[in-house]
C-alpha cells in the first residue's frame, strides 16, 4: 500500500542530505539535527493520537488526514528557503509514522487467520522496500545542488496514496461512540515533547544544565497529570487498562527493546565509517552517499526476508518462539557489530541480521496485539506500541551519544569506543530473548477479543522504523 511505503520512505529521505541542508541553510549541526528532530518528537505524539482518533472517527478517514498532512508537509519543505518552515514542514512529515500502526489496525480488524498474517507481513515488506527508496532516493536526488529535490519524491507517493486509500480502503462500520480527550490529548503530547527533547538534547544541552532538568521534570509532571486526568475521564484518550495489562505491558517492553535494537546501528554505524580518519577498512571516511547506499540500502532491502519469518513464526511456534526468534536474528546483527567494527564486509552482514529482526518484528508484534483488545481499541493499541519503539530509539540515542564523546583531549574514537555502544545492541537483545521466554504464551490465536470479554483489553504495536533522533556531534571528525 502506498501510505505504508510513504511511513517508510519519508523518514529515510533526509539521512543521506543532512550535510547538505547545513551548508544550503547556512546552519550549524547543532542546529540541523532538528531535521530529525522535530520530525521524530511529531511521529512520537502522532502516532497514539491518531490511533484513538481512528478508532472513533473511523481508520479509513484518519488515513486520508494523515497522508494529507505529509503531502502538506512534504509541499512545505519541497518549496520553502527558510530554515524554521522546512522544520515546520518536517513537524507535518512526521506524522507518516502513525500510518504502520494506523494500516496495521485495519486489517486486524478486516482479517483474521493466515489472511491476516499475510497481510501484515505483505504491508511491513512494503515499509521495508519504503525505507530502502527512501534512502535511495536521498542519495541519488540530493546529490545535486538543490536538497529540496528529494522532497518532490513524498509529494508523488502521498498523492498516489490518497487516491488509493480513498479507493481501496473500506469505511468503517464500527466506530467507538465517545469523544474526544482534548485534555488528554494535550497532556500526552506535551509530556511527550518535553521528555523526547530532553534525551534528545541532553548530550548536548548538558543533562545536569537547568534546561535539561527543566525539561525532564515538567515533562515527568505533565504526564503524571495525564495519568491521574486518564483515570477520572468517562472516554480516556487511552484507556489505563492498555497500560495495566500484562500481555499488553510485554508486547509493549518488547518494542521499546526491539527499537533499541533497530536504532543501535542506524545510530553509530555512520559515525563509525564517517570519522576523520576511520578506523574501517583503509582509514578514508565514507562520504554521505556511500553510506546510504553502501552500508544501509542493502541491508534494509534485504532485511525484509525477516518480515514472513516473524509472522509464520508466530502462526506455527506461537508468540515465544517467534519473539525468541527475532531476539536471536537480533542478536546475531549486534555481536557482529561488536567483534568485527573495523571490517566493512562484517558491518553489512551485522546491518543485514539487525535490519531483519526489525522486520520480523514488524511481523510479529501487531500480531500479538489482536487477542489482547477488542476492536474498537485496535488504533490506539497499535499507536501506544509504536510510541515503545521511539523511546527505545530515543534512549539508544542517548546512550550512544555519551559513550561516544570526543576525549578530553580531542583524541579519536577508538575500537573499544565502537565497542561499548554497539554492546547496547547485544544487551536489548538479550533482553529480548528473556522477556519472551518469560513474558509471552506458547499459543496464539488470530481473533480480536469482543469488547465485552476484553477485560484484558488493551493495544499495542509497532511503529516503521526510521528515525534517528540526533546523532549529536559537533566536531565533524567524530560524526562525519
Known amino acids: 500500500m502506498p501510505a505504508v511505503a510513504l511511513a517508510g520512505m519519508t523518514p529515510a529521505l533526509v539521512f543521506p542530505v543532512l550535510g547538505r541542508i547545513a551548508a544550503q541553510q547556512h546552519v550549524g549541526t547543532a542546529a540541523v539535527t532538528w531535521v530529525l528532530t522535530s520530525a521524530f518528537l511529531a511521529s512520537a505524539v502522532s502516532t497514539p493520537i491518531v490511533g484513538r482518533f481512528a478508532d472513533l472517527f473511523g481508520r479509513q478517514r484518519l488515513l486520508l488526514v494523515t497522508v494529507t498532512l505529509v503531502l502538506a508537509g512534504s509541499v512545505i519543505a519541497a518549496t520553502t528557503l527558510s530554515f524554521p518552515v522546512l522544520i515546520a514542514g518536517r513537524v507535518l512529515q512526521g506524522s507518516a509514522s502513525a500510518l504502520y500502526p494506523l494500516v496495521a489496525s485495519i486489517l486486524q480488524g478486516k482479517l483474521a487467520g493466515r489472511q491476516m498474517t499475510r497481510a501484515i507481513a505483505a504491508v511491513s515488506g512494503t515499509m521495508g522496500v519504503g525505507g530502502g527508496v527512501g534512502l535511495a532516493a536521498g542519495g541519488l536526488l540530493g546529490n545535486g545542488s538543490d536538497y529540496r529535490t528529494i522532497f518532490w519524491f513524498p509529494v508523488a507517493i502521498s498523492v498516489v496514496a490518497l487516491v488509493a486509500g480513498r479507493a481501496g480502503v473500506p469505511a468503517d462500520r464500527m466506530k467507538l461512540h465517545g469523544s474526544v480527550d482534548l485534555l488528554g490529548c494535550g497532556l500526552l503530547s506535551a509530556g511527550l515533547v518535553l521528555v523526547l527533547v530532553w534525551l534528545s538534547q541532553g548530550v ?20 503524571i497529570a495525564f495519568y491521574l486526568v486518564e483515570k477520572r475521564a468517562s472516554h480516556p484518550m487511552v484507556p489505563l487498562r492498555l497500560l495495566h495489562h500484562r500481555p499488553v505491558l510485554v508486547t509493549n517492553v518488547i518494542s521499546i527493546l526491539i527499537g533499541g535494537v533497530s536504532f543501535v546501528p542506524l545510530v553509530v554505524l555512520p559515525i563509525l565509517v564517517q570519522a576523520q580518519p576511520s578506523i574501517v577498512g583503509d582509514g578514508s571516511p565514507a562520504s554521505p552517499l556511500v553510506t546510504a547506499l553502501v552500508y544501509l540500502l542493502p541491508a534494509n532491502t534485504l532485511g525484509i526476508v525477516g ?89 539508544v540515542t542517548v546512550l ?17 569506543d565502537f565497542r561499548r555502544a554497539f554492546l547496547i545492541g547485544v544487551v536489548a537483545s538479550v533482553c529480548v530473548i528473556l522477556v519472551a521466554q518469560f513474558g509471552l504464551p506458547s499459543t496464539w490465536r488470530s481473533d480480536s477479543s469482543d469488547m465485552a470479554d476484553s477485560l484484558a483489553g488493551a493495544p499495542s504495536a509497532p511503529i516503521p522504523g526510521a528515525e534517528p533522533l540526533v546523532i549529536p556531534t559537533e566536531n565533524p571528525g567524530r560524526g562525519g
Open 204 to 223: 548536548r544541552w548538558g543533562f545536569a544544565s537547568p534546561l535539561s532538568l527543566g525539561c525532564i521534570g515538567v515533562g515527568s509532571a505533565v504526564l
Open 307 to 395: 518480515t514472513p519469518i516473524g509472522s509464520h513464526a508466530i502462526r506455527r511456534w506461537g508468540p515465544r518462539v517467534a519473539v525468541t526468534v527475532v531476539g536471536v536474528i537480533a542478536l546475531a546483527g549486534s555481536t557482529a557489530f561488536v567483534v568485527a567494527p573495523t571490517m566493512p564486509a562484517i558491518l553489512m552482514v551485522g546491518m543485514l541480521f539487525a535490519s531483519a529482526a526489525t522486520f520480523a518484528n514488524y511481523g510479529t508484534l501487531p500480531l500479538l496485539i489482536v487477542p489482547q483488545v477488542g476492536r474498537a481499541d485496535l488504533g490506539v493499541a497499535n499507536g501506544m506500541n509504536s510510541l515503545g519503539r521511539w523511546i527505545g530509539s530515543a534512549l
Open 400 to 416: 550512544s551519544s555519551v559513550l561516544l564523546q570526543a576525549g578530553p583531549a580531542g583524541q579519536p574514537l577508538s575500537q573499544a
